[in-house]
Nanobody
Framework: QVQLVESGGGLVQPGGSLRLSCAAS????????MGWYRQAPGLKRDFVAI???????EYAEAAKGRFTISRDNAKNLIYLQMNSLKYEDTAVYFC??????????????WGQGTQVTVSS
């Protein structure tokens, strides 16, 4: 079992910055990637960013140039640094982790989410 806990959400003005954190615990052997998704009210959960075990990163088009995903392997943490925030970034942000072991299908775990509200 894997547990993910997000933190760092809150209210921020347009153009401001916020850093989200995700703490992972439990059976973490076999982590293939960790990432961030977000979901605005009434909409589906969308991909934001991912970081793989080799350090490679991918970003959604809306996040490129403004958001940065990073990790602290020693502390089992990932971060999402969000700069130049816009109204449309308002959403619940979810952390996820993909566990991929050679002897079983991949398994994905999700946190409960943290609210980010961009408002003037």
């Amino acid at each position: 079992q894997v547990q993910l806990v997000e933190s760092g959400g809150g209210l921020v003005q347009p153009g401001g910055s916020l850093r989200l954190s995700c703490a992972a615990s439990g059976s973490l052997f076999g982590i293939a990637a960790m990432g961030w998704y977000r979901q605005a009210p009434g909409l589906k959960r969308d991909f934001v960013a991912i970081i793989r075990t080799d350090g490679t990163k991918e970003y959604a088009e809306a996040a490129k140039g403004r958001f940065t995903i990073s990790r602290d392997n020693a502390k089992n943490l990932i971060y999402l640094q969000m700069n130049s925030l816009k109204y449309e970034d308002t959403a619940v942000y979810f952390c996820n982790v993909e566990i991929d072991r050679s002897d079983r299908p991949p398994t994905v775990y999700w946190g409960q989410g943290t609210q980010v509200t961009v408002s003037s």
